[in-house]
């Protein structure tokens, strides 16, 4: 799994559990009350993990090879919008899965496969960091207002049937994984001080 990107994760995680594209699932209140839950918590992880860092801290690269906190946290608000659009034009546009398909066991993979740091990914090229919101701080801005937008579609949808609900958890466990990665940048022995 080492150089899959982003989205050939998430599509091996789909094909695993036997479908094509996210199968019409129907999702209860509890689920979703679960999904906003998670996206509220990881936004909070997100926020907490890159409070008051000074631009050393920022800008650190632990090895050249290796993103700073800064380059992880565009690159966060930068798949923030990417996925819930790739969710919406192409998961909740197309066809439903296979019927009868363990859309459980599917929401399960994204929960515990996606966070998962022990497996190294490749970001695809829409989402490597390069400066797009000109600073950290315009990063943390996007990822913020991204956010609220996935949060809003979750809440406010006519998402009796949320062919996208998977993609909803996987969003979160994105920043999940990230912010993982974050703390892991901040953990370097040779990490700032301030």
């Not at 789909?14 to 996210?22: F, N, T």
């Not at 994204?110 to 400066?131: F, I």
Request: proline share 6%; hydrophobic share 35%.
């Amino acid at each position: 799994m080492s150089n899959r990107s982003l989205i050939g994760t998430l599509v091996a995680l789909l094909l695993m559990s036997g479908a094509a594209a996210a199968s019409a699932q129907e999702v209860t209140q509890a689920e979703k009350d679960r999904a906003l839950q998670y996206l509220e918590s990881t936004k909070k992880n997100v926020l907490e993990a890159t409070k008051g860092l000074s631009e050393e801290q920022w800008n650190f690269k632990p090895a050249p090879d290796r993103w700073s906190v800064a380059q992880v946290i565009e690159h966060i608000a930068a798949a923030e919008g990417f996925l819930l659009d790739f969710t919406k034009e192409k998961v909740m546009g197309g066809p439903a899965g296979e019927p009868g398909r363990d859309v459980k066991k599917t929401d399960q993979a994204v929960l515990t496969m996606v966070p998962d740091r022990t497996h190294k990914a490749q970001a695809p090229e829409p989402l490597v960091p390069n400066n797009r919101f000109g600073s950290s701080d315009g990063s943390v801005k996007h990822f913020i207002e991204s956010r609220s937008a996935t949060e809003d579609h979750v809440t406010d949808s006519p998402l009796g049937k949320l062919d996208g609900y998977e993609f909803v958890l996987f969003i979160a466990a994105h920043s999940e994984r990230h912010t993982k990665q974050i703390n892991e940048v901040k953990a370097d022995p040779n990490f700032p001080k301030k």
